[in-house]
């Protein structure tokens, strides 16, 4: 088996990311679910669960609007809709982190529906400074206890060590794909790179750092092919974990040669770790990423496409942006100010629930990219 | 049905009425002078701690009751248009943050101006979108934002280091104002300050309680005026507490003159912010069945909304309300604290059906109504949980209609007086 089967495997797990769970043989794992990247993925690890990222599912009719008015984003009304259908019937809890204020009442309905066990970590909308960081510890502190009590499990401190040497692992590996992909980028494409990262979302951490050796020992594949004009984009917000979309803007002649996608390169941490205990570490990694639904002091939404822009010396910006998302509509408008202050090239669309990309928006990125 | 004669809608007293009004005119006379007199001005989100702006005399401006106020005028929806077209701002986020952004962006093109801040100070206390909108405005306006964070309430009573985190964040805003503007702090201003609201507030919680009165003294959908003051005022003036005392002594007045209750009167809760620029047509239809908003889940949480232990006799006075708040200890009603368990949008869905049933078994509630404000998207997700729970467990009928408090392209008055005319009829049978 060489690269290309590991990206295969990747596109086949996250096309139905849970319906292989149920009929997996290794079923008696026990599996947890959580919803965000600010979740402590590490501590549900330590306490001997398979976390698994919630990304709902499109598959089927929504029924999501028995519950939740439809001015809600489709992110959540996929998600209610796999509780309401029992599709994350195989997990034994799971664990929403206060993202946004729409996650928060998703998790209200998910609990008051007794659709599954629902645990919270409220994670702060600041993302820097002492004080943060010091509620934020706090909050984990009373999350891992919840999970203690609630699951009759143990975290103690040498397994909290543990699972973080293998989320830090991981982390490496991904920056190391990903510089790879940033020097050869005909061996890999934007697409098959998000692929890959995101595999890492519905299988144990240790199979997915396996299956990432693998990779960067056998990096060959089939991929190439994509970025044929030469040009250079970077992809932003949210896609729905469809992969496919990306290789058909890929199919465009166009490269994605990095990402700001919340299913992406959002989910990496910085490395930046400042000890004292593991709970802290795991405090330092959350705080580390950034999501323009939260707040960071001297830095913003459009910071951070800037600067990932200039560092791939990209030829613009390609925005999905989520329907009915307050915050992340909010700060595109103040994003679309700076980057037009900068001359940046962007294209801000919808991404679309099922499928690929529609002809309006074909067409629309055709001319962004003869623009750029 | 529609041609029947209206009755007499309840109005509030023309005295408080009046007496709000000049408040307000006298708050946007200072809001004007303040330049003039080298005071800083702050612009400040719903839910920030105005206490503490003042006790560093930094007056703060609230923009979004500003436009709030334009959309209770119909104005805002013009605003709103313009905004969503330059800054391709979605139709569907909140009107208060576009009509904020648009009264600063238009300047007084299509609507009057507010003084231009110094600093912003935000905080996420009703919801997250204001802080978005606050981002904006520092990157438009160019001037330091102070934004405070404050965690959801996920349980009962608020965990110790929940409020730490938040008390330490305003400290800490106090402290870089101080230093980047050369403010100084007058701790025993603001201790007054805070308890001439806590006195407003005490006052509140009494005139809450008339409205169990039957029939019910006036339409509580006026009430969310006299709520406004509470968010903005400088309650170092005279008229806090006063307008709230006169607002009591007048609304018991009524009840004491009103004489025995009608056969029937239909007793409505309000769920969520009213409909700004139809406020006169929902009481003119409710008035028309003999129905009356009672009460509105907004009162009832209003931040200081505990049981109130006071015994007042009319006519009420100053002295006695001082008289009855001087023992408070100054931890129970300190605004730092009290903030954090203040949001309705911030504690979780099973708080607001608790909330729910208390109104509905405290005011003899007959139907509900939950406006689904598409301007208020975390006000109003749980409203389809919350009507799933009144109907079946409280077995009180519900009428959910979809609006837009502050943008009145998103009014269809037919419709919603078919549904409005439907769910009388339904409660009157």
């Known amino acids: 088996m060489g690269g290309e089967n590991i990206i295969k495997e990747a596109y086949e797990i996250i096309r139905a990311p849970y319906d292989g769970l149920t009929s997996n043989p290794h079923s008696h794992r026990r599996y947890f679910g959580y919803n965000c990247i600010y979740v402590p993925e590490e501590m549900l690890h330590a306490a001997g669960f398979i976390p698994i990222r919630l990304f709902g599912s499109t598959a089927g009719i929504n029924t999501a609007e028995k519950y939740i008015p439809s001015h809600c984003c489709d992110f959540i009304k996929n998600m209610l809709s796999a509780f309401d259908r029992g599709t994350y019937g195989f997990m034994e809890g799971v664990v929403f982190g206060f993202c946004c204020d729409t996650m928060q009442v998703a998790s209200n309905i998910v609990m008051e529906r007794r659709h599954a066990k629902v645990l919270h970590v409220n994670i702060p909308t600041k993302l820097t400074g002492e004080l943060t960081r010091r509620y934020l510890v706090a909050e984990l502190q009373r999350f891992k206890k919840n999970l203690e009590d609630r699951f009759n499990v143990k975290i103690d401190e040498d397994r909290l060590n543990e699972s973080l040497d293998v989320y830090r692992e991981n982390n490496r590996l991904m920056l190391e794909v990903k510089a790879h992909k940033a020097n050869h980028s005909d061996s890999i494409s934007g697409a098959d790179y998000l692929a890959l990262l995101s595999m890492g979302y519905f299988i144990p951490r240790q199979d997915h750092n396996e299956r990432l050796k693998f990779f960067i020992d056998n990096p060959e594949t089939e991929s190439a092919g994509s970025g044929k004009t030469g040009k250079k984009v970077i992809v932003a917000g949210y896609v729905h974990n469809n992969f496919e979309l990306l290789n058909q803007i890929e199919a465009l002649g166009v490269a994605i040669i990095d990402d700001d996608l919340c299913e992406g390169s959002r989910y990496l941490t910085s490395g930046a770790e400042f000890g004292q205990s593991p709970v802290h570490t795991v405090a330092d990694r959350i705080l580390s990423r950034y999501c323009p639904v939260k707040q960071a002091s001297g830095e913003d939404f459009a910071d951070v496409l800037i600067k990932k822009y200039t560092e791939a010396s990209a030829g613009g910006i390609i925005i999905f942006l989520l329907r009915f998302c307050d915050p992340q509509s909010m700060e595109y408008a103040a994003t679309r100010y700076k980057l037009e202050a900068e001359n940046i090239p962007f294209v801000v669309i919808e991404p679309p629930v099922h499928g690929g990309l529609s002809g309006q928006i074909e067409t629309r990125l055709e001319a962004f990219i003869e623009r750029i | ?429």
Request: glycine letters at 4%; a positive charge.
């Open chain 2, 1 to 429: 049905m529609r041609n029947r004669k209206t009755k007499n809608i309840k109005k509030i007293p023309a005295a408080p009425l009046f007496m709000v009004n000049n408040i307000f005119t006298d708050y946007y006379r200072r809001l004007r002078s303040a330049r003039k007199n080298n005071q800083r001005l702050a612009w400040t989100s719903i839910g920030f701690p105005k206490n503490l702006l003042y006790a560093m005399n930094i007056v703060p401006v609230y923009p979004q009751l500003h436009v709030g106020f334009q959309a209770s005028r119909g104005l805002t929806g013009q605003i709103i248009e313009h905004v969503e077209g330059k800054y391709e701002i979605p139709h569907d986020l909140c009107g208060e943050i576009k009509s904020m952004i648009g009264t600063i962006i238009n300047g007084d093109r299509l609507s009057f101006t507010l003084p231009e801040p110094h600093l912003l100070a935000a905080s996420n206390c009703a919801c997250s979108a204001q802080i978005k909108g606050f981002n904006f405005l520092h990157h438009y306006l160019k001037v330091p934002l102070f934004f405070s964070d404050y965690p959801c309430v996920s349980r009962d009573g608020t965990d110790p280091h929940v409020l730490a985190y938040v008390k330490g964040q305003l400290d800490e805003i106090v402290r870089s104002i101080e230093t980047r503007f050369g403010a100084r702090f007058d701790e025993q201003l603001y201790y007054r300050l805070t308890f001439n609201d806590f006195k407003a507030y005490t006052v509140w919680l009494e005139i809450m309680k008339l409205f169990r009165n039957k029939p019910v003294p006036a339409d509580a959908i006026d009430l969310y005026l006299f709520l406004v003051p509470f968010f903005c005022m400088d309650s170092g003036r005279d008229a806090f507490p006063d307008l709230y005392i006169m607002l009591y002594n007048a609304l018991y007045e009524r009840c004491r003159n009103q004489g025995s209750p009608p056969k029937r009167e239909i007793r409505l809760l309000w769920d969520a912010l009213p409909v700004n620029h139809k406020n006169q047509f929902f009481k003119k239809t409710f008035s028309r069945y003999g129905a009356a908003v009672v009460m509105s889940t907004y009162f009832s949480d209003s931040p200081s909304s505990k049981t109130s232990r006071l015994k007042f006799t009319y006519p009420l006075t100053r002295a006695q309300v001082e008289d009855a708040v001087q023992n408070e200890p100054f931890e129970k009603i300190e605004p730092r604290i009290n903030h954090i368990s203040g949001s309705v949008n911030h504690r979780i869905i099973a708080h607001r059906k608790g909330t729910i049933k208390k109104i509905i078994e405290t005011y003899d509630i007959d139907g509900v109504i939950m406006h689904l404000d598409r301007s208020c998207r975390v006000g109003c997700l749980p409203q389809y949980e919350l009507t799933h729970f009144v109907e079946t467990e409280l077995k009180i009928p519900v009428l959910v209609f979809d609006s837009n408090s502050m943008d009145e392209r998103y009014f269809a008055e037919s419709q919603v007086l078919t549904r409005l005319e439907a769910f009388m009829e339904r409660l009157r049978s």
